[in-house]
């Protein structure tokens, strides 16, 4: 009951917005639009959201807390014409971070004069041991995309509640094809 909630307010508000997409600034060199409830995560609250060593350059979350936007990048050093060795490797890295992969698109585009590879997907992962329910999974859905600039690997992410894949799905590849990484 309380999750059919949750859906018909996100329903409700991205139709009310007609999703709105407002322009973002994560820095110098990097800009895109996100939907305008989508708010910065706090500081203290990005170790439990993103799990890595490296804090993201910026990680922003809908109002439900359920959707996620975040960039990082990988201080590994890539030639410019590696991005087929590149998008092998994250593909193989992406398949080993879950327990069970999908994937729905795997591509290299030009985005606003940059090459970009792409990966959408379902991924399923079995919640921690300290779950009240045994057997619960994890299902989300991904757009993911890699750029490489100064030999670094730009990493521009969204995911979503796999159970709303099919509302987010246009608005995600909305928002990655207004990223501009200068």
């Known amino acids: 009951m309380i999750r059919a909630i949750l859906l018909l307010s996100v329903i409700f508000t991205l139709s009310s917005q007609q999703y ?3 322009k973002v600034k994560i820095n110098k060199d990097i800009t895109l639009k996100l939907p305008s409830d989508f708010t910065p ?11 890595s060593y490296r804090t993201p350059l910026a990680l922003y979350s809908n109002l439900t807390k359920s959707t996620d936007f975040s960039v ?5 050093k890539w030639q410019s014409n590696d991005l087929e060795l590149v998008q092998s490797f994250y593909k193989s890295n992406i398949s080993n971070l879950f327990d069970s992969v999908e994937f729905l698109d795997e591509s290299i585009e030009s985005i606003n004069e940059r090459d970009f590879i ?3 997907f379902n991924s399923t992962i079995s919640e ?14 991904y ?38 990484l200068k």
């Open 20 to 22: 709105k997409l407002t």
């Open 41 to 51: 995560v706090p500081s203290d609250e990005i170790a439990s959201k993103y799990m």
């Open 72 to 76: 990082n990048y990988s201080v590994s």
């Open 118 to 120: 792409i990966f959408e």
């Open 128 to 141: 921690a041991q300290s779950s009240l329910r045994e057997n619960s999974y994890v299902k989300k859905y």
């Open 143 to 180: 757009y993911i995309q890699y750029a490489l600039k100064d030999g670094h690997v730009f990493i521009f992410s969204l995911s979503a509640p796999a159970g709303e894949a099919s509302i987010w799905r246009p608005i995600f590849k909305d928002i990655m094809h207004s990223v501009t």
